[in-house]
């Protein structure tokens, strides 16, 4: 096990290599480079010439390139274009609030969804079942920005409970940021256990079960659920990074200083390195939580355990 | 009351329907069977004519939706099932009455050792704890042939026939009263099939064990059963001791079951299937289901239900060939 957590680590290396290596070529191609945004009105051609020279981007794109990767394999994020400082000091302080963005709307999701799905799945006629699944078909539709802007004008113009915007006030802080950010996303969850549990209930060895006398609470919680949750995980480990991506836009909405507006900053500013490092971390944050959930697949299921073995 | 006990088993009348939109699937109609203490009956009929949809609702197991149980009562040493508590359900299943289900493959959870699949009926009839019920099961494996060491093992560890012993030994985990065993054998090659069926006889035999055997094996039935009860397309068309039904068969459906079996002694003999195919339940022929298939039929056939033509104490068979015929002259 030990050893399939190590190759699945290192398999991580070339995919952080290609995924950097793209949007180094992406960032090198678009118009405009850091010293203009850096410069501003005062740019200069000489200027330019010469900012551009100690930041090394007068050199050819696959010598800048090879000399990013090869300290981001020593695990240096290398100088921001624009602060000089370090990334890794950036994102550091960023790296936290975006952490308990995506936690707080994760926990949310996991407790509020799972339990949902299976009520819907059990008790299929109620009117909470009923009900629940009309706010699961908004989850999936609404565009988080749009999800965000009604949850500011409600809990915070209207009624007052709740900041609007930053990270001042601790948890309250975190509420609608991460309501929003979770709402598709709990919805997905919520759907996909009430689907795999239908299913699941279904199955030949719920009826091997009944006959043995077992309870239905039994029935549904030790037998159903454990095959039902397969799906159930994999939803929630591909939708990480839907999570990250839905960072971005959450951020930008309650103007929280996270990891996603750092990028959109950056990325405005042609700050390759930041832009870069921001990227990395989110796809290291996206293999982990993949790798998480195989195994815990490999935790509840005992056929893929034994794959892993061999 | 006193008659009620010596049957294990009485259903009577029972009819079920699958009800899934507008179609209505007459699964099973009018069935009547008893089973004697310690006694075996065979439920013998082809592909969908309802054998285990009767014997899931023994256990009041019949999937609802779209199952429906129409009419009939299913006495189980004299107490009717389907008039039981949830609670009470809970009491029997497992424990008074067992099932070895159709399809081994898909019977067993993926995700629970074996052994904890054989202890969990122990643990909730026998009152046991964890530790003592996993022994029972591991006793449980090694009298069906498994190794009680592998009791920790899963289900995909396990051959189709080893899954098949494993099904039945947790049917007969808490030694039912009554075991249903649902083609417990055609997952099976013919060397395993010889091996369960005399593992059955068996247990069987030590505890006086009362049984529904279904299967579309004339072979099987010779071997095992006591009574014989045919059916076609939800119907019990022929019921009879084993000798009533291999000697002095009366239903044409029956003659066909038995011509379509390949004899040893005359290999040259042509095999003779039923023609045609079992009807569509949802659009039963009118009269007698069988008519468009049996070679003796009679217009009437084709109008109205045969009565129940009773031909000796045991015997009785449901067609119009034998409307006018006075049975004792038979
Ligand atoms: N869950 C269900 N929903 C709808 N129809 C069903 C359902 N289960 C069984 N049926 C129908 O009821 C009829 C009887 O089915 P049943 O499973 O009892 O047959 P069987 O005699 O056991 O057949 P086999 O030998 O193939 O196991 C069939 O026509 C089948 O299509
Ligand atoms: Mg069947």
């Not at chain 1, 799972?114 to 819907?120: D, W």
């Not at chain 2, 179609?23 to 075996?40: C, R, Y």
């Not at chain 2, 493959?105 to 904890?116: D, Q, R």
Request: charged fraction near 20%.
């Amino acid at each position: 096990m030990i050893e399939y957590i190590i190759r699945r680590l290192i398999a991580l290396i070339p995919i952080i290599l290609v995924l950097t290596l793209v949007v180094f070529s992406i960032l090198h191609m678009t118009p405009g480079d850091a010293t203009v945004i850096i410069l501003g009105s005062e740019y200069t051609e000489e200027l330019g010439a010469a900012l551009r020279k100690e930041l090394g981007l007068d050199q050819p794109m696959l010598v800048q390139y090879a000399k990013y990767v090869f300290k981001l394999l020593q695990g240096d994020f290398g100088m921001s274009y624009v602060t000089r400082a370090p990334v890794m000091d950036q994102l550091s302080v960023r790296l936290v609030n975006t952490f308990w963005i995506v936690i707080c709307a994760m926990v949310l999701c996991v407790s509020l969804g799972i339990p949902i799905g299976i009520l819907a799945a059990t008790r299929p006629n109620s009117v909470f079942s009923q009900s629940m699944m009309v706010v699961s078909l908004m989850g999936v539709s609404m565009p988080i920005f749009w999800l965000g802007l009604l949850l500011i004008l409600l809990f915070s113009v209207y009624l007052g409970w709740l900041p609007s915007s930053g990270m001042d006030q601790g948890f309250l802080s975190l509420i609608l940021p991460a309501v929003t950010l979770g709402f598709n996303y709990m919805a997905n969850i919520m759907r996909t256990t009430r689907s795999s549990m239908l299913e699941a209930i279904r199955q030949d060895y719920i009826r091997t079960a009944r006959a043995k006398g077992v309870t239905e609470h039994a029935v549904i919680y030790d037998h159903a659920l454990g095959n039902a949750l397969m799906p159930t995980i994999t939803i929630i480990g591909l939708n990480v990074g839907m999570l990250l991506g839905g960072v971005v836009l959450t951020e930008t909405v309650f103007s929280i200083p996270g990891t996603g507006r750092l990028l959109v900053e950056a990325i405005n500013q042609r700050d390759t390195p930041c832009v870069l490092g921001a990227l990395v971390v989110m796809a290291f944050c996206v293999a982990i939580s993949n790798l998480i959930v195989d195994l815990i697949y490999a935790y509840i299921d005992p056929r893929v355990r034994a794959q892993y073995r061999r | 009351m006193a008659d009620e006990m010596k049957n294990t088993l009485e259903i009577k009348g029972l009819t079920i329907q699958y009800v899934t939109g507008d179609e209505v699937v007459h699964a099973v109609t009018g069935v009547n069977i008893t089973i004697p203490v310690g006694k075996t009956l065979g439920l013998v009929g082809e592909t969908g004519a309802g054998k285990t949809t009767t014997a899931l609702s023994i256990l009041n197991l019949v999937p609802d939706p779209p199952g429906k149980i129409i009419s009939g009562e299913i006495f189980l040493e004299g107490e009717d099932v389907l008039k039981m508590n949830d609670k009470r359900l809970r009491e029997i299943r497992g424990n008074m009455v067992a099932m070895v289900f159709q399809d081994p493959m898909t019977s067993l959870n993926p995700i629970k050792t074996v052994g904890e699949q054989i202890a969990e009926g122990i643990k909730i009839h026998r009152k046991v704890d964890d530790k003592a019920s996993l022994e029972q099961a591991k006793s449980m494996l090694e009298l069906v042939g498994i190794p009680g060491g592998r009791a920790g093992e899963y289900p995909h560890q396990f051959s189709g026939g080893m899954k098949q012993r494993v099904v039945i030994a947790i049917a007969l985990a808490c030694s039912p009263d009554l075991l249903i065993a649902d083609e417990p054998t055609t997952a099976l090659d013919v060397t395993i099939q010889a091996q369960v069926l005399k593992l059955i006889n068996e247990l069987r035999e030590q505890s006086r064990m009362s049984m529904l055997m279904i299967t579309h094996d004339l072979g099987i039935v010779a071997e095992v059963c006591d009574t014989v009860a045919i059916m076609y397309a939800g119907r019990i068309v022929e019921y009879g001791t084993l000798e009533d039904i291999f000697d002095h068969l009366r239903h044409p459906y029956t003659k066909g079951l038995f011509d379509s079996l390949p004899d040893i002694g005359n290999r040259r003999a042509e095999l003779k299937p039923i023609r045609g195919l079992i009807p569509d339940p949802v659009n039963l022929p009118p009269g007698c289901a069988f008519h468009p298939r049996c070679d003796y039929a009679k217009p009437e056939c084709s109008q109205q239900l045969p009565a129940i033509k009773r031909i000796s104490d045991m015997h009785y068979v449901q067609c119009h060939l034998y409307a006018d015929t006075d049975m004792s002259m038979l």
